[in-house]
């Protein structure tokens, strides 16, 4: 089973002086990193945001303003980017759905013990960017005609499907399904799955926004993977 984790780096023990001036930036900045941290709780509190990890989320309930979709393209890593690189989205969350297990951890999902996919939850302005637009975008990164895998990762638990949330979802992802089924690109049948949204578990922490956090570690896991090579030949270089 793939498991994504990066190296430890190693680096040479700092000076006597380094350790001091170390030591006199840790203290300096220590109190400011506290009041910030009860000034984060403090805003947790008030919009009653659970902090617990793995807790469900109420997907199908999006505001006005704010309208949600889910979608699994295998390495959630990976599919994150696409999204919030788009006008209109307003965050992407990485996760687990469609799965028959509460609160599923990263180890008991990617072991395939849980039926979940790893899949993305994107909130976005629906004024600004339309649900069609993020369909697009989902099928250029992904391989369509892959079955229980996308890339180097394998299992069901990486298969590519579209979680709709209500029947108006439901309708133009299999619309969009038939017009790429129509077009000819491709002769193998399209194997992307198209079913309701169960509950949407977020991933661990650290497993959010790791492109960003980890970018080099990241980098090597894609280009290794071989998702970008695999999605050319699929879409052509300006596909994805």
């Known amino acids: 089973m793939q498991q994504r984790r990066g190296a430890r780096v190693r680096t040479e023990g ?3 002086a380094r350790l001091e001036e170390l030591t006199m930036t840790f203290l ?23 902090a617990q990890t ?46 028959h297990v509460a609160n599923p ?52 638990q990486y298969r590519s499907a579209i979680f709709t ?13 038939r017009n790429l089924e129509a077009s000819g690109r491709f002769k193998q049948p399209i194997a992307t799955q198209i079913v309701p949204a169960s509950e949407f578990y977020p991933a661990e ?3 959010q926004d790791y492109y960003r956090r980890n970018p080099i570690r990241y980098k090597f896991y894609r280009y290794n993977c071989g998702r970008d090579q695999r999605l050319e030949q699929l879409w052509g270089a300006a596909g994805h």
């Not at 300096?28 to 659970?50: F, K, P, Q, W």
């Not at 999204?83 to 469609?98: E, N, W």
């Not at 979940?116 to 629906?126: F, S």
Request: charged residues 20%; neutral net charge; aromatic residues 8%.
């Open 14 to 16: 700092p000076t006597a």
């Open 28 to 50: 300096r900045h220590r109190r400011s990193r506290a009041i910030a941290a009860i000034g984060g709780l403090l805003m947790l509190a008030a919009i009653g945001v659970g």
């Open 54 to 99: 793995g807790t469900a989320q109420p997907a199908a309930k999006p505001s006005a303003q704010t309208a949600v979709a889910i979608f699994a393209g295998g390495c959630f890593w990976c599919m994150e980017p696409p999204f919030d690189k788009l006008p209109g989205v307003k965050s992407t969350t990485s996760g687990y759905v469609g799965g």
């Open 105 to 156: 951890t990263y180890e008991q999902v990617s072991a395939g013990r849980t039926g979940h996919a790893e899949a993305v939850l994107v909130r976005y302005d629906p004024a600004l960017v339309s649900y069609s637009k993020l369909l697009e975008v989902f099928w250029r990164n992904i391989d369509p005609l892959a079955v229980d895998r996308q890339f180097c990762d394998v299992g069901d």
């Open 165 to 177: 949330l209500g029947a108006e979802q439901q309708r133009l992802a299999e619309a969009s399904k």
């Open 205 to 207: 922490e650290y497993h």
